[in-house]
């Protein structure tokens, strides 16, 4: 029983003690070591809003070059990737079967003009004999018909001939400005027949982009807009513009074509793939320098100062970059303030002292 008490009253002691030695050891604490340091307020900030799409160069002047005639196809010497100047021929065809015409008007023309003769010769015959009171009128109605009907075959007969004339040129090929050969289908020897393509040319002086923008998207973009493209195989980035909004989407994939200028510059062949970044609004969060995140163990985080001046380590969340700024996602609330750089080593629980 004695033990007991004896115990208990010992318990009692060591308790007081501790208590009187905490209170005065409490009063006896130093000051937290203190470290100037740059502190900012976070508060919320507009940033745009970005769409991305695929996109391709392509010339603005792409021309396929096709054969009016029917013929094999003679001196096509130009391959692709080969430059080329307006006027230049590209290919000539061999026109058999222009030539054929021409000689079956030329026939013509010389019949019609043998029976135009003969008719102007009865016409006279008939008219003397009219005269003379040995032909009626009808006769001479007659003759006069026959000469007007042949005159008339033979302008008809000279027209074909003309045509066939023309349709001669033809059989050269020229190109209709300067360019680029993008496309060869058709080899010399091969059968050219109007309308099918042959060559296609570009002219890389008049190059844009094409992309193409989704329904809920292309409201927000319009003529005149800065857009970023990006060239990964050609590691090259520009700032361009918006040069027309197809107002008509694709049935099939219900997006919108997009034509966007390229600089003269830029030095990036027709064919090149192109990411395209467009801004379509913006929107409110907070953005804390990168500067002010500290990593250790791959864990972003920061030091936030409470009322007191304390600073406090504190793991964040972040999201996309701009401009030197990055997004905080979570870990944070606007109007906290935060250690943007300190002038000596940091750690919780040290006093930030506000410097320049």
Not at 135 to 164: I, N, P
Request: contains cysteine; neutral net charge; glycine residues 8%.
């Amino acid at each position: 029983m004695n033990a007991k008490v004896w115990l208990f009253a010992g318990v009692l002691g060591v308790t007081a003690l501790a208590g009187c030695g905490g209170e005065e050891q409490a009063g006896e604490l130093p000051p937290a070591a203190e470290v100037k340091a740059k502190v900012i307020t976070l508060e919320a900030e507009p940033v745009p809003v970005f769409y991305d799409a695929s996109g391709s160069v392509v010339s603005e002047q792409r021309v396929t070059i096709t054969s009016r005639l029917s013929g094999y196809i003679r001196d096509l010497e130009v391959n692709e990737g080969d430059p080329v100047k307006a006027g230049q021929v590209l290919f000539r065809v061999d026109p058999v079967d222009v030539r054929s015409q021409q000689e079956a008007a030329r026939a013509r023309l010389v019949q019609a003009e043998a029976d135009l003769a003969d008719a102007e010769s009865d016409l006279r015959r008939f008219e003397a004999l009219f005269e003379q009171g040995a032909a009626s009128r009808r006769q001479l109605d007659k003759a006069r018909l026959r000469v007007k009907v042949a005159r008339s075959a033979v302008e008809q007969a000279r027209a074909a001939l003309r045509q066939a004339r023309n349709q001669l040129t033809y059989a050269e090929v020229r190109a209709p400005g300067d360019g680029i050969v993008v496309r060869k289908l058709k080899r010399n020897g091969d059968l050219a027949t109007p309308g099918a393509p042959v060559l296609t040319l570009e002219n890389p002086q008049q190059l844009v982009v094409d992309t193409y923008v989704d329904e809920a998207n292309v409201s927000h973009i319009k003529p005149g807009d800065k857009v970023r493209l990006d060239f990964p195989a050609f590691d090259k980035k520009l700032t361009a513009e918006v040069l027309q909004v197809v107002g008509a989407a694709d049935p099939v994939a219900h997006n919108f074509l997009v034509k966007i200028s390229l600089p003269k510059e830029a030095g990036i062949p027709a064919g090149a793939y192109v990411k395209v970044r467009f801004t379509v609004g913006s929107r409110e969060v907070l953005m804390l320098p990168r500067k002010a995140v500290v990593n250790r163990a791959d864990l972003p985080a920061v030091y936030v100062v409470d009322g007191q001046g304390i600073a406090h380590y504190r793991l964040v969340r972040l999201g996309q970059s701009y401009d030197g700024k990055v997004e905080v996602t979570a870990g944070l609330d606007a109007g906290v303030k935060v250690v943007l750089e300190a002038e000596g080593e940091l750690r919780s629980g040290m006093r930030v002292v506000a410097g320049e």
